[in-house]
């Protein structure tokens, strides 16, 4: 095959709880690229820059002679801070049906899930409890309150944060190892919001810790917030967005891992 194809994942080969990739499925999935397609002409990216990234799938990539595109939340390994959408990450990671009634005792809120019933009703692998937390974040309550919420959820369940960014995340050191190993380092904004100030301030931490040569970013949750002439303005190379079709002529789309997971259980 001549066509180039691009991938996306983000937990690897750590606990299904997760809702990651399995190390089995991350494996299938790349013999099945490599069988079909030319190193060169596959793009797998790497949202979030969490440990796994650096600890199982860099050796992976490696003994194939594959590099990956890392796409990393400068507020992580700058401040040893965690945005409030991997909080959520790792809390539904531990607790999947019970976050939503936790959010809603603090909140003062009535759990009622059959308001949430046809809520993102096209992602079909979200449960009751995920489809109603979702609802309630981003239709009812305000943003700044619902940050503050899982802030305090997440800090009573993993105690420090800079302790929990330590053991969950890679540093500065990892990233650049990555870099001179011949992967690409490119940019998930700073704290995940993804408007042009996000992305500027994580180029300038990128270019002071890497000194990186093209300017690549991922857009949180697959939304692009930014026209052509911010795009321009910031330098941008390619924008990554997790669909199968870019939306402006700086964006690639990608596929989710989720289909050759389907591929997988077809050849089983």
Do not use: A
């Not at 797998?44 to 590099?67: Q, S």
């Not at 390994?77 to 959520?88: V, W």
């Not at 790792?90 to 607790?95: A, I, M, V, W």
């Not at 943003?143 to 997440?154: A, L, M, P, S």
Request: include cysteine.
């Amino acid at each position: 095959m001549s066509s180039l194809i691009n991938m996306m994942y983000h937990f690897v080969g750590i606990d299904k709880k997760f809702k990651g990739t399995t190390l089995k499925d991350f494996n299938f999935q790349l013999d099945y690229l490599q069988k079909n397609y030319e190193n060169n002409k596959l793009f797998l990216t790497f949202d979030h820059g969490t440990i796994d990234h650096y600890e199982i799938v860099r050796p992976e990539l490696e003994k194939r002679n594959l590099k990956g595109i890392f796409f990393i939340m400068t507020i992580v390994p700058e401040e040893e801070e965690i945005p409030s959408i991997d909080k959520q990450r790792f809390l539904e990671g531990n607790y999947r049906k019970e976050l939503v009634t936790f959010v809603c005792d603090q909140l003062n809120l009535n759990y009622c899930p059959i308001e949430s019933k046809t809520y993102l009703k096209h992602l079909t692998f979200y449960s009751d409890e995920e489809r109603h937390l979702r609802f309630l974040r981003d239709t009812i309550i305000p943003k700044i309150d619902f940050e503050k919420v899982i802030t305090k959820i997440f800090n009573s369940m993993f105690g420090n944060e800079k302790d929990f960014v330590k053991n969950n995340y890679m540093d500065w050191t990892q990233i650049k190892r990555l870099k001179d190993n011949g992967h690409i380092i490119g940019s998930h904004s700073h704290s995940h919001v993804g408007n042009f100030n996000d992305y500027k301030k994580s180029f300038e931490l990128l270019d002071n810790n890497l000194k990186i040569e093209n300017r690549l970013i991922s857009y949180p949750n697959g939304n692009n917030l930014l026209n052509d002439i911010e795009l321009k303005e910031l330098n941008i190379n390619s924008g990554y967005i997790s669909n199968n079709n870019g939306d402006t002529m700086y964006n690639i789309g990608r596929i989710d891992d989720k289909f050759f997971n389907l591929v997988k259980s077809l050849k089983d």
